[in-house]
């Protein structure tokens, strides 16, 4: 295998995730940043994010000098073989359409320092035609560079970063040029040795490629969360529709977890993007649109299902909730349904307290008005009903008689069916999941009541 020098511009998630990775595989990797404080704590050892096994795999490649930082993007790019952008692209004020700027302005940098052959390829998520665009960028900024542009999109999970990028389903490569693609061929060579998952397309296939797979992902989820709320009118069980319909090779099992709708830093800004994209080229996508609004509505539709526990009267009550980030396994809060359900319960003038294993500290800065707790036992004392919103394995192994001693009423309200409905009626909660029926909710509570009393 040929050892590559890669320049990573963006060291964000995707972009530290990668170049890890690539460091691990046996290249030569300069991670850059325009953050001189984040990049001095990578320096000194200090990971901005959480991810699991991510500190030990950067540690272990800087020791053995695969894997370096620093703030001079001239002097990575010069000396690199590839260079990938993976800087943001956060949606854009206004019109939700991903904000490119900061690709173009690292294609603009990155032009300048080109020396010899290079290869830059975009690994940030971006819009149809963007590839074309940097190309034209280079060639204006710099005329003589010798220099090819490719598509390569990133398709790891959070939480799960590190295995999804050395397990990939498939790698995507847009680019037309031959040079190119054995470069990028080379690079990731240590992965399609195993399997080979290599997908050579055009560049703009690959941007799509990219939107598609999250909006797709994105609707099957929203397609199963619309379906747990006829469950519950129908008298159904949304965990065996889904497990019926999954077992059908063509569905497919994965993403039919119903729960309080989508979050984190991609599906909802990609969908948007999407649409905008849709919009500019006189191509609506009215499926993704519904997909957006009926997800928007459902994350604050969760505190109109945690007030109807409380039989509507929220006002003065004390309300635990469990698990505040968009996923478990991460501290990311963007887009979390908590924000949406937490604020929807102080509106309604319920005192609200929280506990996430990893997500209070970003937390803090979206919901300020709320308690955070040291742990599941002091988020449940006191409180009229427990609200489980991330499902974090530490959830799934609670003491459940503490819980239920510690709480002013038992009653849970189970946003990702962690529980089984049964056994917590067992235990003297009530017990409200997301699509799946309570036959006989109405004499249990009947009977808790006469007990409560
Ligand atoms: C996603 C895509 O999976 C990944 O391929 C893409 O590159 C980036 O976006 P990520 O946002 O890290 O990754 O998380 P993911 O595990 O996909 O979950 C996204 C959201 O959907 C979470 O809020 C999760 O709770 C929710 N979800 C997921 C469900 O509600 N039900 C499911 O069945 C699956």
């Known amino acids: 295998m040929n050892h590559m020098r890669i320049a990573m511009i963006g060291t964000g998630y995707v972009g530290l995730v990668s170049g890890a990775c690539f460091a691990d595989f046996g290249h030569q990797v300069t991670c850059v940043d325009k953050d001189a404080d984040k990049i001095a704590a990578l320096n000194a050892g200090q990971i901005p994010i959480f991810e699991p096994d991510l500190d030990r795999l950067v540690e272990a490649n800087v020791r053995s000098g695969q894997l370096r930082f620093t703030t001079l993007l001239a002097d990575a790019v010069s000396h690199a073989d590839v260079v990938f952008i993976a800087v943001g692209t956060p949606s854009r004020r206004g019109d939700g359409h991903a904000d490119i700027s900061f690709v173009y302005a690292a294609a603009r940098e990155i032009a300048a320092a080109l020396r010899g052959f290079t290869l830059v390829v975009t690994k940030s998520t971006v819009p149809v035609g963007t590839a074309d665009e940097i190309e034209r960028l280079i060639r204006e900024t710099n005329p003589g560079a010798d220099f090819s542009v490719g598509s390569n999109p990133e398709f790891l999970r959070e939480g799960a970063a590190i295995y999804d990028f050395k397990h990939p389903d498939r790698i995507v490569i847009g680019t037309e040029n031959e040079r190119a693609r054995s470069l990028l061929a080379d690079v990731y060579r ?29 609707t099957k989820i929203t397609f199963i969360n619309e379906i747990a709320d006829l469950a519950e009118k129908v008298g159904a069980d949304i965990q065996d529709v889904a497990h019926g319909i999954g077992m059908d090779k063509r569905i497919g099992s994965k993403f039919l977890h119903a729960g309080p709708g989508f979050g984190g830093s991609c599906f909802p800004k990609d969908t948007r993007a999407l649409l905008k994209t849709a919009l500019d080229h006189d191509s609506p996508m009215r499926i993704v649109e519904a997909v957006l609004t009926v997800n928007e509505n459902r994350k604050r539709a969760m505190a109109r299902k945690v007030g109807a526990m409380l039989d509507n009267n929220v006002h003065g009550k004390k309300i635990g909730v469990l698990g505040l980030t968009f996923k ?120 808790l009541e006469t007990l409560c009393n």
């Open 190 to 218: 240590p992965l399609s040795l195993n399997l080979g998952p290599l997908m050579f397309t055009t560049r703009r296939t690959a941007e799509l490629i990219k939107y598609a797979a999250n909006a797709f992902l994105a």
């Open 328 to 447: 478990p396994d991460t501290d990311d809060m963007r887009e979390a349904p908590s924000i949406a359900l937490i604020t929807g319960l102080l509106d309604q003038g319920a005192i609200v307290q929280a506990y996430d294993p990893a997500g209070m500290e970003q937390a803090r800065k979206e919901l300020p008005d709320i308690t955070y707790c040291r742990d599941p036992y002091a988020c449940a004392r006191g409180v009229d009903v427990l609200v489980i919103v991330t499902e974090w394995a530490e959830f799934r192994a609670l003491d459940l008689h503490r819980i239920r001693r510690e709480m002013a009423r038992p009653a849970i309200v189970d946003l990702r069916n962690i529980y089984r409905p049964s056994e917590m009626l067992a235990l003297g909660f009530r017990y409200e999941g997301v699509g799946r029926p309570m036959p006989r909710k109405a004499r249990e509570r009947a009977a």
